[in-house]
DNA sequence: CGACTTGCAGG
DNA sequence: ATCGCCA
DNA sequence: TGGCGATACTGCAAGTCG
């Protein structure tokens, strides 16, 4: 409670929440806003040194003192939290150089492989102990003695605020840190890309037979204290080293719980739990109202924070635990969970999701939530864990002392080899039994691209303009293709003769395209074995003989469609050939594989055809033919090198050598609009602190209404976006204007006055089903919205009646090519 | 059984 | 999807 | 430049609820 109202005071709801509990003066609301820039409040920097100094497991300790000592904090400005913590760790580390320095020259990562100096104990070694599972116990009792008046989260709110607090120097710092990194030549030094030898002996501690969950989660911990890639990196490898050694049946679980997925995405496995399930968990877990749970994620941006510091509470009395989460069970237990379905599954699922919240310990909760939400957002993703694992391997299997740079170099093709393997089997149940194994070396003779599953498709970069394109690939044969708007399709043929169609993300569709099944033995020329095509799958207008646009795609069932029920029929367009009779064709340059995709495939109008391409030299031809893609109802152009090292086929790789231009770049074509920023939500994870997303709308002038159109939320700068809070501070009303028109489900967390107008860029307009903006005038109940809306600018020049109105709106919807002829959705008028 | 809600998938 | 930030 | 994390809209699928 006390949560919510801070969190109003904080993003300064003047009417509304002004009215509760005056006690948090020292919010900013206007006061702070102006001059705090300056030489913040000193606070804050005393409150942040604890924490620094502390290992981030005595956090807990040092976040009551924080609070303690400042509960009034000062959320100033908020923003740079964490961010700041992590600098100033890092500064600590650095202060320890002599370590490993010597390697100098050679890569960084060198450094990371040696084995720890001990020099390393850094000022922040000792505390660990205080870690340990039972240390929570006191620490949590304190809290409570100490602060009988407060709900813990208040505390939470303000401990998270004082993060936010600018530890004192305000603008000078970002360019201080430039000079720092960049500008005074050499990287950084190598002793703080290594695992402090104190995380290394707490690893070899609670790394035993088995894997406890707290062993996972401290490891968490220390990636998320730093930013520091190959710092992120060593510490995990060490991680995975001492499993490798002690406890190797859990290497596999423990890995999906660093990439939070159950089993490889094409086996569709999910969790099938979301925020609202969580608060429920949460709620009834410690006895509080789901309300008031909401209210505490919203303002703390972070589920996994409440469930921490809420659990805090309640648990003082039940404190005798004896249970202690182990990896393998919370991994078989989420896995229940996800496989939990039908009557009273979501009660089910939160009971055991209870059930592991009453045996948390520390900050489990804190991790295990964040799990079951799907984010981590602890700075460790994917491919720092198939570095870690390569490096691991590696490690594990060294005996012989190798001279730093021949380690380096063993490491970093190691890291290559496990990458480029992932991303032509992307199993880790394939992967990891290979690795322990046989290791990395031999690697590659047992996980190899196969048909049934599916490859990482090859991703583009997105381009800005025609030269830069032409920049790029000045001295290389580049070809051009259509980039369909349609739904990625990887096609595979086994050696069986089965059909599987993969989406970009590895999903298996299959089950969505049976009709491609039956076009694909039409397609095929005689000799054509198994395969795997790289397509667009594009919704198609037999009767007119066009492409249609994907919103039309997109509302094709999903499961078990009948051939004879399909009604959005869809025309395949191949525009690469990855294996073919047995072969990987991978490293195949591109012009090889179109030559082999067009002698081994035939085009079937309508239903099976080539991407079209030209092969292209000069700016003109690329503009003309991008105009052609787009009259042709097409996104754009991709552009790809076709020859030499540089055309091969790139898995997962937003590669150079693909690019994308796609038409809304291309002024004149692209949509951009000014809209009156109506409302905005209370941001998350590196967002808390500001607003995360805002609520847009267009201005109808015959009613004088503003109608809600989009919400956005990228495009922003940190400036950007701490700036928009402080100047939209201003403009915060209680209530939505009574000329507002928008859905219930779009309702934000403050209110503005119409006031700020913003230029928005959108690839293009929707029919939308949430949406008001011009609502009547293409369709007689659904409003229009704008599909990917990023922020440009603030139109400071403009008010809020200069907005792009609700009938410039439809016009823009109609003008789209791709709508003018008929679309389905448009019933009257 | 229909309306609503939630989660997940796509771009 | 888009975008920005960081090493 | 790669890796990561913040956020957008829409529709189906599967659940809940009255």
Redesign the pocket.
Known sequence: MATQKSLMGFFGAAGSAAKSKPKRSPKPPTLDDQPKKSEEVPVPTVEDKPMECDPSTTANGSENTESLSEPVSDRSSPVKKK?RL??RR?AISTSDEETEVAIGPTSPKDAAVQEPATNLAAPDSKQDSAVGSDASLPIQDSLENTLPAKDPLSVAVAEKQAKAAKPSTGKTIKPR?KAQ?TGSGKK?TNANLLAPPEVVERFAEMIQTDVSYAALCYMFEQVEAT????LIADILTHFFRRVIAKAPQELLPLVYLCINRLSPQYE?I?????????IKAVAEATGRGAAKVKADVVALGDIGLVAKESRSTQRTMTMFKTRQLKVAQVFQTLKQIATT???????HKVGKIKGMLATCQGNEAKYLMRSLE????????????LVALAHAFVLHHQTEKLDVETLAETLQEAAATV?SVYNELPSYDVMIPALLEHGVDKLSEFCKLTPGIPVKPMLAH?TKSISEVLDRFENHTFTCEYKY????AQIHRLEDGRTLIF?????N?TAKYPDVMDKMNRALVAGTGSFILDCEAVAWDRAQRKILP??IL????????KESEITVQVCVFAFDLLYLNGRSLLRVPLAERRKLLAESFRCVDGDFQFAKSQVITDVEEIQTFLDESVEDNC?GLMVKTLDGDEASYEPS????NWLKV?KDYISGIGDTLDLMVMGA?A?????TGVY??FLLSCYNPDNEHYEAI??????????DLESHRDILRESIISQPRSYYNFGDS?KPDVWFEPRMVWEI?A?DL??????QAAVGKVDSYKGI??????FVRIRDDKGPEDATTSDQIADMYQSQKINSVDHPQSDDN
């Open positions: 961010r992590r600098r890092k840190n990194s950084p930013t520091k890639r190959l569709g999910e969790l099938g739990v979301g925020e609202s399930l969580l379905s039908g009557h009273a599954s979501m009660s799907g984010k981590l957002r602890i700075g460790l993703a994917e491919q720092t864990v990458k997105p708007d349609g739904e990625r989406s970009r993300n590895s999903e569709m994907f919103q997109s509302t094709r069932k999903r499961k078990d469609v996104e790789r937003r590669s150079r796609k939500y941001g998350r994870g590196k967002r995360g997303g989009c919400k956005i939320g990228t495009g922003f700068t940190e400036a779009v860029r690839a929707s029919i939308s089903p949430v949406y919205s704008l599909r990917f809306p990023r």
